[in-house]
């Protein structure tokens, strides 16, 4: 598709150029949206050959159309792997990453703050065809060697993981698990590809949810694995398995998205920090969780393997009531509240890391807040927040 070789440019020109090629496309900038389902073909031997090239070529419309292929290349190119893959959500990412690497009599190592709806599926779905799973802690790093068993097969990782925003050390975790021939699977939603290099670090499959960051604007679920060139068949088939694939309008949004990620994600970093800060320095908070501030137990990792933090990240009040909680957020007129996050606005939830927990500890007196810092001015929210804690504090 692009005919630039995007792997010699720098990651902003990357999102610039990667995944399209205008001169193949009556020199239009952007690459058309194709809607299909059939593909039509000639003759009986051209029907039959393209069968055999249906990852790379137009075969069928849920192995992708042009679109779908332009927003892989552009993928897999800015996140370092071979190739991408692309399916109809985050969710349906992850599931056929490790559908790809596991079957009956399998052990999964599933790190302890992933996100929930991944730890439901190695809970309940995984659990149902017969594929064991370990909770393990986000700080084990190499540690994780006792963890393996002779049947792990996957050691599935998330960093910063979900709520808690512990950092892990994915090079040990990844060295430990490459000595016993075990597949290091990354959801690597939280840095984007922009600011993690999953590949670069020893992972071997890197899920996104591009429903987050890369779509951008809350308006549409993607999701996008890329692989290595040892892991891409093995991947590939799975989702042919699976067939959760993205409609082509989801993934132009998607490709829209990136062109301005690198962009977003600085602004977002810097609202974040904000906001982190002026937190950190508040009476009602016990801690701020966000592995850039400097007393951030994640931080020296951080500082070695990121080359910048996103907009989300977590807060802990000092006990309160949950009326008093509900007071706070009830009354925000900049935040919104609901599920996901990398959008425009911002957004703040309660969250209940203790009920999601293994084997970490989290002492459910202390209330915890999820905040996901939009684009919006920090002076606005800052303020927005302070009228909050003045309502908390009236009900205190
Ligand atoms: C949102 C999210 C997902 C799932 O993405 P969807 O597109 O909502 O299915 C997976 N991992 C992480 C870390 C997420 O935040």
């Not at 792997?7 to 496309?25: C, E, I």
């Not at 591009?210 to 991947?235: P, Q």
């Not at 009326?323 to 939830?349: C, H, K, N, R």
Request: glycine share 10%; with cysteine; hydrophobic share 45%.
């Amino acid at each position: 598709m692009t005919k630039a070789k995007p792997k010699r440019y720098k990651p902003d020109t990357l999102l610039s150029v990667a995944g399209r090629d205008p001169q193949a496309n009556f020199g239009i900038v952007n690459p058309p949206v194709y809607h299909a389902s059939t593909v039509l073909f000639p003759t009986v031997a051209a029907l039959n050959n393209a069968r055999d090239s249906r990852f790379t070529e137009v075969f069928y419309g849920r192995h992708g159309t042009p679109t779908t292929f332009a927003l892989e290349e552009a993928v897999a190119a800015l996140e370092g792997g071979h190739r991408a893959i692309a399916f109809g959500s985050g969710k349906a990412a992850v599931l056929a990453a490790l559908f790809a690497f596991l079957k009956t009599g399998d052990h999964l190592l599933l790190v302890d703050n992933a996100y929930g709806p991944t730890r439901a599926l190695a809970k309940h779905t995984l659990a149902r065809f017969g594929v064991e799973h370990t909770f393990y802690d986000p700080l084990i790093g190499g540690g994780i060697a006792a963890l393996i068993q002779p049947n792990t097969k996957v050691v599935f990782t998330e960093s910063p993981g979900s709520l808690t925003f512990e950092v892990q050390d994915i090079p040990a975790i990844a060295k430990a698990a490459h000595a016993a021939g075990a597949v290091v699977i990354m959801d690597n939603t939280w840095a984007s590809p922009l600011f993690f290099q999953p590949f670069a670090h020893g992972v071997d499959v890197s899920v996104q949810a591009a429903t987050k960051y890369i779509v951008g604007h809350a308006d549409a679920m993607l999701g996008l694995v890329v692989t290595t060139a040892e892991t891409y068949r093995t991947v590939r088939l799975a989702a042919e398995e699976l067939g959760a694939s993205p409609g082509p309008d989801d993934c132009y949004v998607g490709l829209r998205g990136l062109r301005t990620l690198g962009v977003r994600l600085r602004r977002h970093q810097e609202v974040g920090l904000a906001l982190a800060r002026w937190l950190g320095a508040r009476p009602e908070v016990s801690r701020v969780l966000h592995p850039a501030l400097p007393n951030d137990p994640g931080h020296a990792l951080w500082r070695r393997d990121f080359s910048g933090a996103s907009g989300l990240f977590g807060g802990v009040l000092e006990p309160v009531s949950d009326q008093a909680v509900a007071a706070m957020l009830d009354g925000l007129e900049l935040f919104g509240m609901g599920y996901s996050w990398g959008g425009y606005e911002s957004l703040a939830i309660p969250t209940e890391p203790h009920k999601m927990r293994a084997v970490s500890e989290w002492d459910p007196r202390y209330p915890c807040l999820r905040i996901h810092a939009g684009l919006e001015d920090a002076d606005d929210l800052i303020e927005d927040l302070e009228r909050g804690f003045e309502r908390l504090n009236a009900m205190h």
